[in-house]
């Protein structure tokens, strides 16, 4: 008989690896650790169940992504992936500030150098910077309207993960 | 016991046809009025692998281990291939491409107070110079 080595999830589950074996082309027999977490985790079953719903060409990337999450899972038991989802998020959010932060300041600088409003002549006792901060606010509404960092929130109207349900 | 039988059994209980114990370890997450909720998650993880994982945490993170296993679950049945691993792939790339656009405006910062400044100080340059001659008389 003495055919080919069983692949890694035959040898955990001690059976027969068949010719055809789903998950043969996946999972080699030199990384045993590689099934072995997405079994602990999804079982070899529901694997199987899966790779077999996804067309040939597919199933690597699926494979892939399977082990990615399972992975995450165990090193993070309550969040899983959805921590390192959360936590990019986050650094969007944040990026998305700082963007419109920046670009408010390159408005800010090119107002001080060609004052489109005239600074008029009047006895005001306080500085002159007065007037500059009191027209400023409309100047910062027209940019954060025409930033181009709305393409990342628009892609995001999801927000919250767990607002809605995505299967319906 | 036929009132456990017939009471609010869990939505897994329901869904796995059988008793629903009062410490059954589904029920204060998978309410019966939320059927698809569970079936989602059977779907991907099975039951007894949910089961599992919710037994191996303390009883204050359960909830928060549900909800998550719940929206990864709804994420791979929506996309078979990625998952929610296609979520981060795409985030990844956002946050990328968000740097890169920050990076070049804060660039555009430094050139224009860079200008601003040179400009200034020639000026003050030219004040000088003519103060100098002033003096010189």
């Known amino acids: 008989m003495g055919g080919n080595s069983p692949c890694a999830s035959c040898k955990l589950l001690r059976r027969r690896c068949a010719k055809d074996c789903i998950f043969a082309p996946f999972f080699p027999s030199d990384d045993p650790h590689k099934f072995a977490i997405v079994h602990k985790v999804f079982g070899a079953s529901n694997v199987s169940k899966m790779l077999q719903e996804l067309p040939v060409h597919q199933r690597a990337d699926a494979v892939s992504s399977?082990?990615?999450?399972?992975?995450?899972?165990?090193?993070?038991?309550?969040?899983?992936?959805?921590?390192?989802?959360?936590?990019?998020?986050?650094?969007?959010?944040?990026?998305q500030m700082q963007l419109a932060v920046a670009q408010a300041e390159?408005?800010?600088?090119?107002?001080?150098?060609?004052?489109?409003?005239?600074?008029?002549?009047?006895?005001?006792?306080?500085?002159?910077?007065?007037?500059?901060?009191?027209?400023?606010?409309?100047?910062l509404n027209y940019a954060s309207s025409t930033t181009s960092s709305n393409v990342i929130s628009d892609s995001f109207k999801r927000d919250s993960l767990f607002s809605h349900d995505m299967v319906s | 016991d036929y009132l456990s039988m017939n009471s609010?059994?869990?939505?897994?209980?329901k869904y796995l046809r059988k008793r629903c114990p009062s410490e059954c370890i589904f029920s204060p997450y998978f309410p019966p009025n939320n059927p698809q909720r569970f079936a989602c998650v059977h779907r991907?993880?099975?039951?007894?692998?949910?089961?599992r994982m919710l037994q191996q945490l303390p009883v204050y993170l359960r909830a928060e281990a549900a909800d998550c296993l719940y929206y990864e679950a709804q994420c791979r049945i929506e996309n078979p291939v990625y998952g929610c691993v296609g979520m981060i792939s795409t985030l990844h790339q956002q946050i990328f491409s968000a740097q890169e656009q920050l990076a070049k405006v804060q660039a555009e910062i430094a050139l224009i107070n860079n200008a601003y400044t040179q400009q200034e100080s020639s000026q003050f340059q030219q004040l000088d110079g003519l103060l100098s001659n002033l003096n010189n008389f």
């Open chain 1, 106 to 139: 390159i408005l800010c600088i090119q107002m001080q150098q060609e004052p489109a409003i005239p600074t008029p002549q009047i006895d005001v006792p306080d500085e002159k910077s007065f007037l500059l901060q009191h027209n400023l606010p409309q100047y």
């Open chain 2, 44 to 51: 991907i993880y099975g039951a007894s692998n949910i089961g």
């Open chain 2, 8 to 13: 609010s059994r869990c939505a897994a209980c």
């Open chain 1, 66 to 95: 399977l082990v990615y999450e399972a992975n995450a899972r165990v090193r993070d038991p309550v969040y899983g992936c959805v921590g390192a989802i959360s936590y990019l998020q986050n650094q969007v959010s944040q990026l």
